[in-house]
């Protein structure tokens, strides 16, 4: 690939760019930034990544294979003007990380054609452990995926799913993290209450997270099967156990990833067709 142009130089622009340059898909300069007003951030991306910048539209997307949008949803409006406006050459990729946007909503400022993929990547992606899907605009085919994927698996894991997911994969791994760091917040608690240090629970905590993550990973065992493997009746972990099942612990967090697609959902609306 030639290039990546990037609109918008924020949090995730700055994950994606630090994924690319690791993986050495394509050389620093080959990647190509703007945002819309703040020339302190790309002289910073420009400095510690030596990637391009640029506030010419012209420079930023001529021979971009991949166009990929990263501002905020409130600002995609404005980005698609900016697009439209600058007649994309057929084939050149439209690669949205909107939250809550469909395609059809992009494709209309587009030319018949063009294709959209939309993405969904988490906050993980900044340490390179994202999780993504990935999902076709109308015009988007094997080939766009592929790459796509590729370029997504730079910082993480990527799946591919049909666009109707995306309000589900919003409320599982979008939101995910914030259910997780709810879950360790929780336990940093309960550790402090049952007499451990802090700094010792926090260390045994994260130790156990990864555990149980490489766990999930490496073994063919469902999640309920590797829990009843280590519940001995009677035992400690049967007696924690018991309570979260009398709290009902299980159909809350089920309420909450209800929710949080319902909210993905309604807010996306706004930007459908
Ligand atoms: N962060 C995450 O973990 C995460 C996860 C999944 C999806 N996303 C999605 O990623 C997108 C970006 O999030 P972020 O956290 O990276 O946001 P951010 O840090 O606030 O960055 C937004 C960027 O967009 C630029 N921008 C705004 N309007 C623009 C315009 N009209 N033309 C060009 N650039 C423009 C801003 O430029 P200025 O600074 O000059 O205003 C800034 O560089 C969001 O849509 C979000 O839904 C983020």
Known sequence: MKKI???GAGAMAEALV???IAAEQLPAEAIWLTNHANEARLQELHSEYGVSITRSRTELLRDAAVIILSMKPKDAEAAMLYLKEA?????????????GIHTSFLEKYLPEGQPVVRVMPNTSATILEAATAVAAGVAAGSYEMRLVSSLFETVGTAVQVEEEAMDAVTA??????????????????????VGLDAFIGKQLLIQTFKGVAKMLEQSDLTPAQLR?????????????????EEQGVKAAVQACVHAAATRSKEMGQAFTK
């Open 87 to 99: 007649k994309l050459k057929p084939g050149q990729i439209v690669v949205s990380v909107l939250a």
């Open 228 to 244: 009843a493997n280590i519940t001995s009746a009677g035992g400690t972990t049967a007696a924690g156990i018991g309570v979260l």
């Open 5 to 7: 142009a990037f609109i």
């Open 18 to 20: 630090k994924g690319l």
């Open 172 to 193: 599982i791994s979008g939101s995910g993290p914030a259910y997780l760091y709810y879950m360790m917040e929780a336990l940093e608690e309960a550790s402090i209450q």
